[in-house]
């Protein structure tokens, strides 16, 4: 449905990305992942038409997006990342003229437009000016405003950046249900919001393809090196050979005893799952185990990983069931930072 | 073409949403009438000092005063206009609805269109304020229509030229005033293209002459319809309209 083909694009002598090959199938939902500034929005702007490419092609739905712009463009809705609302024409207003300009006949206009509003549920603020709506409501209308046409595509840049987590939710949610009838890019930096969303993740950094992978395979590369922090009671006794000795530990680290324990981090060896063992050895030590939790590789020690190891044998040994649960509160509190 | 108009629909309304169109329209009919009464004392006071020294009482009202204030019309539109097209691009681009209209399935020449006649549109209700003070002196006097009409039209074209390079302007940066400030010293400069012809060359004195914008506009005050001139406004708006084009593609490839 989506094929990006040897994209690559100069600013000048800079290349905001180079040499992107990917393919998305019909009714996936694919991920962008990347730090800012790794090229996603330009990989967008170029899929969408809006900038051409200075190599390679980007084709959607068998239309070469340079070769045959408006039938490419009439089947791609795109949700740039500030959503671009007129902030003087109300939601339905702003809704009816986009509809129009995509070429919805004017039969269709009004049910497409109530349809739109109601799945994405900004039919409350209807007759509200766009300008005046909270960011979680022209996040939507944005949203609501890339499915009026009802294309094959949608593009949808960091839809849920600067939204509260209950917005995110909701707006993940609202992806995951538009994905049965539409294929979906989706962009963003925040690891928990492709795990969730995404069946399949391409990574980027820096303009080129770092990985591309389904997030079940992703998360297991990162279990691989995982690091849990603990806060031991371990009355006046230096804990580190004691865990060290716990099978499956690669290496720890022990900071000075405080009023309140002493801080260790304890690495595992690649894909083991040490959190019970290592709980077993403080335990049965006799020491207090005050605080437990692993430390969640940032996006940027995941990048620094995947692009400085060569081997990609990371093999997901243990089902993280409970990531979907704890993740969520993790995610919010990244992108209301980044908002 | 339902493309265009919804795009020339928007355009117009956003004007009128907004303070603009009323601020324009009515400072503009304010101006128009402190023109249209200057130049009605000078017509009075010159007939009253025309029938002293034993001359006609009836002297032309569109030699003294239609044609006068035609050519001051068209500076206030020097002035105002420039104004108007500030915004047709800058602001998309400012506030980013420019990646919804060009990820949308138009042709950059659609939009382009699109917006010229909403402004164009906005030009024409403008002009048409006057067509009160035009009554009043055909309820009172007798000027001739023809001359009237073809003063008007050459207004309407020079107008539409206007907003072609308004829009050229525009299409080039995402600041509104840099793009009134240019559009205005770009027509200013066209307007007085002539005043070098008098010391240049006859060769040169011919190519300024003929691209200034104010020469071609004064046969139709006279009420000389000529398709040379008709023919130059209208290629000057079609080529302003491709240059925004090009420049809308140029910034597309530039990102």
Known sequence: MIEVQHVTKRYGPVAAVSDLSFRVEAGQILGLLGPNGAGKTTTMRILTGYMPPTEGKAVIAGFDVFESPVDAKRRTGYLPESPPLYPDMTVREYLTFVARIKAVPSSDRRTRVDDAMGRTSVDDVADRQCGKLSKGYRQRVGLAQTI??????LILDEPTAGLDPKQIIETRELIKELAGDHTIILSTHILPEVSQTCERVVIINQGRVVAEDTPDNLTGRLRGSETIRLQVDSSGVDPTSALAAVPGVAQVHAGDAGSDGRLVEVQAVEGADIRRQVANAVVSNGWGLLEMRPVRLSLEDIFLQLTTTEEEDADASVEDDEAGADDTPAAGRTESDHG | MDNIFAIAQKEL??????????VVVGLFAVLFGYFYIASLTILVRFSAQSGMFGGPQNININEFMVRPLLSNTAIILLFFLPFLTARAYAEEKRSGTIELLLTSPLSDMQIILGKFLGVFALFLMMLSVTAIHMGILF?????????????????VLMGGSFISVGLLVSSTTQNQVVAGVVTFSVLLLFWVLSWMADSAGPTTQAVLSYLSILEHFD?????????????????FIAFGLFLTAKSVDSERWRG
């Open chain 1, 148 to 153: 009026l046409h009802n294309p094959d595509v």
């Open chain 2, 13 to 22: 309304r956003s004007y009128f949403v907004s303070p603009i169109a009323y």
């Open chain 2, 139 to 155: 309820w009172y006097g007798e000027p001739e229509l023809g001359p009237l009409l073809s003063g008007y039209l050459g207004l």
């Open chain 2, 219 to 235: 046969d139709f005050s006279k009420g000389v319809v000529d398709t040379a001139h008709v023919a130059y406004y209208l290629s």
